[in-house]
């Protein structure tokens, strides 16, 4: 299924192909050239009004509920696609099977979750927040906040290592909220999420101008944005910090959600033993976050915290888990973990284990030698276990994020001392704790949640529903403050606030009366 021709982009409601030779993508295993994309000649300006003035005024028209119905249509076009978005990925993100599924179902998942949490809101085109409150002694004339679907676009710029959720879980609360979408898919694995946006299109679920793709450079993107348009970026800080300096966001006051960087963290209870199942459930979460998508994953583990006197037991039980996965070509049904999606990030996981090593010894490397169906040209990198018997010294590893299946063991003596290594990460998606004691566990969610979006627990009496250290659940939210990138997602109902605009109405009784009829009341 594979094609050098360019794919086309969707903008302006109809399919447009770029001018240029085009951007390469490849199959990160094999080498081979896959497909080509280029946004270059694209009429990006009329692309962004027509999304704005036909997409959202369509989207606008519809109740929630009626929005909600067109993503229970979007879930069933996409698993009906499934097998063809499997062979895309192994193709181009060099995944397994099993690590496919977490990108590919975990976005129908989400856009199955938001057309239920939709559906609840009925006929509404607006939500109330909060209760009416009073002005002044006569009660006649109060106050009501009301949340107001934007009227402008939101923009997604995307990252390489799910180009199918990190698609859908930004699309779902914006097409579910009434606002047009233009997603701008990572170029290393912009096909799959291209595929995807095409078997939507096809289909005629949403009207022209909801549901766009620009596969290729970013060029000119934010330079259409005005000022009731929204950005929500998932990339490295670097390009965070252009968008967040562009005038669009900087003077125009675009809306901008970022996720950016994250050294996200595991604790083991201090009170542990190297038989206690917390031992175990740590053990375990690691080598699983280190390779799931061969550790290419924002919310993965990239430091492991662990009592000084565990720190051996926990080096050995690890490594004894990582010399049993095997590296390589995906296809192989024998292999567990695939390759990274490019040469250029595995040049940057080399590089990043190089700089880790100036301040941390090596505790277990996979190497090459078992590499299966697959040699030295593949975008293969296998597990890398790092240790620091005295992560207070050091500084490159509570800076430095390496994107791929690396995580760093470092000894704690003092449970206070953990927290303050933890938080030198100065900001982080999500922290695990793995702990059998109930107040441990809340002491520490305490104790660290304002450095994360998220602090996931661990005990032995949720061991087996538990939903993963890494896994992002649209329940919950996502995000992280401080080098995380300061954004939030997901949530649930909360996330269609980004897309919303709050207003207070002033008025008398009987106008909120009126008003109250056209709108439900948000309730998280």
């Not at 939500?127 to 009416?132: I, S």
């Not at 997604?156 to 979408?181: R, T």
């Not at 329940?475 to 909360?494: F, I, K, N, Q, Y």
């Amino acid at each position: 299924m594979t094609t050098t021709s360019l794919l086309p982009n969707h903008l302006g409601g109809q399919w447009v192909t770029g001018t240029g030779a085009g951007t390469p993508l490849f199959d990160p295993v094999l080498g081979t050239e896959l497909a080509r994309v280029s946004s270059a000649g694209l009429d990006l300006a009329a692309g962004f009004d027509f999304a704005r003035e036909q997409g959202g005024a369509a989207l606008r028209a519809l109740s929630y509920a009626e929005r909600a119905g067109l993503l229970g249509a979007i879930v069933k076009v996409l698993q009906a696609n499934r097998d063809a978005y499997y062979e895309i990925a192994t193709a181009n993100c060099g995944t397994t099977t099993k690590d496919s599924a977490v990108d590919i179902d975990g976005g129908i998942f989400t856009l199955g979750y938001y057309a239920k949490q939709g559906e609840a809101l009925g006929d509404a085109h607006a939500l109330l927040d909060g209760e009416r409150i009073r002005m002044g002694k006569d009660p006649v004339f109060q106050t009501q906040h009301i949340l107001s679907p934007t009227r402008g676009v939101a923009l997604f710029i995307n990252a390489f290592n799910f180009p199918s959720w990190g698609l859908w879980e930004k699309a779902a609360p914006a097409l579910l909220s009434g606002v047009p979408v233009i997603v701008k898919p990572a170029t290393a694995t912009a096909w799959l999420t291209q595929r995807m946006v095409k078997d939507v299109i096809d289909a005629g679920i949403l009207p022209p101008g909801a549901l766009s793709v620009v596969c290729g450079s970013s060029a000119g993107l934010m330079d259409q944005l005005q000022p009731f348009d929204v950005v929500s970026f998932t990339g490295s800080a670097e390009t965070a910090r252009i968008i967040r300096s562009h005038p669009a966001v900087a003077s125009a006051s675009v809306r901008c959600n970022i996720e950016a960087d994250s050294l996200n963290s595991a604790l083991l209870d201090p009170g542990a033993t190297p038989d206690s199942e917390a031992f175990g459930l740590l053990v375990s979460e690691v080598v699983r976050e280190m390779t799931v998508k061969s550790g290419q994953k924002c919310t993965a583990i990239r430091r492991v915290f662990v009592p000084r006197a565990l720190y051996d037991a926990v080096a050995r039980a690890i490594g004894a888990k990582l010399v049993k996965t095997s590296v390589g070509n995906p296809r192989n049904e024998s292999v567990r973990m695939g390759s990274l999606v490019s040469q250029e990030q595995k040049a940057g996981v080399i590089e990043g284990i190089a700089r880790l090593r100036t301040e941390a010894e090596v505790l277990f490397d996979g190497g090459s030698a078992a590499w299966v169906d697959a040699d030295a040209s593949s975008a293969c990198v296998a597990p890398v276990l790092l240790g620091s018997r005295e992560p207070s010294k050091a500084k490159v590893l509570h800076e430095v994020e390496v994107f791929g299946p690396v995580a760093t063991l470092m000894a704690y003596d003092r449970i206070e001392e953990a927290y303050e290594l933890i938080r030198r990460g100065e900001g982080s998606l999500v922290c695990s704790v793995y702990s059998a004691d109930p107040a441990f566990i809340a002491a520490a969610a305490l104790e660290l949640g304002s450095a994360h979006g998220r602090v996931h627990a661990i005990s032995p009496d949720v061991a087996a529903s538990q939903s993963g250290h890494g896994n992002v659940m649209p329940m919950s939210l996502h995000g992280g403050p401080g080098r995380a990138g300061g954004g939030e997602e997901l949530g649930g109902l909360r996330a269609l606030g980004f897309y919303h605009r709050r207003s207070a109405v002033q008025a008398s009784s009987a106008a909120l009366d009126v008003l109250a009829a056209s709108a439900v009341a948000l309730k998280y």
